[in-house]
Each structure stands twice: as C-alpha cells, then as structure tokens.
Nanobody, 132 residues
Framework: QVQLVESGGGSVQAGGSLRLSCTAS????????MGWFRQAPGKEREAVAS????????DYADSVKGRFTISQDYAKSTVFLQMSSLKYEDSATYYC?????????????????????????WGQGTQVTVSS
C-alpha cells in the first residue's frame, strides 16, 4: 500500500507562485507515474500534470502549460508541482495521485483525464487559493 502526503498549499495573490510537494511511502518499486489533479467547488476533477517516474518525462494540461512544472526528487520519493503566474481560476484543492503501471507521461495524462479511477493511490488534498 502506497501512502501519499501532500504539503505546500496556501493563499497567494494572482500572479504569484506556490510549490506543492507530495511524498510517497514507496516510490521505486510501487509507482509508475505520479500526477496532480485539482478540483474546485462545483466543478469536476481536472488533470493537471503527470510525470513518468522512471524517466522523469512530463505532460501538462493545456490550462497550465508554461505556468506549472512537475518534477521529482527520486531519492526522496517526492514529486513537486511548481505553480507560477497563478490565476484566480487555479484556485482548487490539489491532489497528488499515483498509478502502479503506466506507459509514459502522455499516456498517463490521458488516463488522468479520461479514467482517473485507475489511479490507485491518492493524497489527502491541499488547498490553493488565488485572490484576484
């Protein structure tokens, strides 16, 4: 069983930056891809970014491309989401999630977008609030 613990949420003004972290209890042998989702009140869950842990390859939703960066510290079993040029519409609860097997970051983002229930493990969520 993989446990994911998130941190780093908070409040920021539009145009500002935040970095989220997600540490996994098992990384090398239990996870193929990690991803960040977000969900705002009254809206559906949205895939944000994915990372293929073996190679570090990444993919992003169009809504965050150029502003968000997903990365990992493989030795520390931690995935980060650096968020810059934040907008009011980025406000949401952000969740990290992991899937045991994946074929790469692009495929993982597709799964995140269309079949997110396939993600085996989920963090507790961290709130990001962007004020305009």
């Amino acid at each position: 069983q993989v446990q994911l613990v998130e941190s780093g949420g908070g409040s920021v003004q539009a145009g500002g930056s935040l970095r989220l972290s997600c540490t996994a209890s098992q990384y090398k042998h239990g996870i193929g891809c990690m991803g960040w989702f977000r969900q705002a009140p009254g809206k559906e869950r949205e895939a944000v970014a994915s990372i293929y842990t073996a190679a570090g390859a990444t993919d992003y939703a169009d809504s965050v491309k150029g502003r968000f960066t997903i990365s990992q510290d493989y030795a520390k079993s931690t995935v980060f989401l650096q968020m810059s040029s934040l907008k009011y519409e980025d406000s949401a609860t952000y969740y990290c999630a992991a899937i045991t097997r994946c074929a790469g970051a692009v495929q993982a983002l597709h799964v995140m977008t269309n079949q997110y229930s396939q993600y085996n493990y989920w963090g507790q969520g961290t709130q990001v609030t962007v004020s305009s």
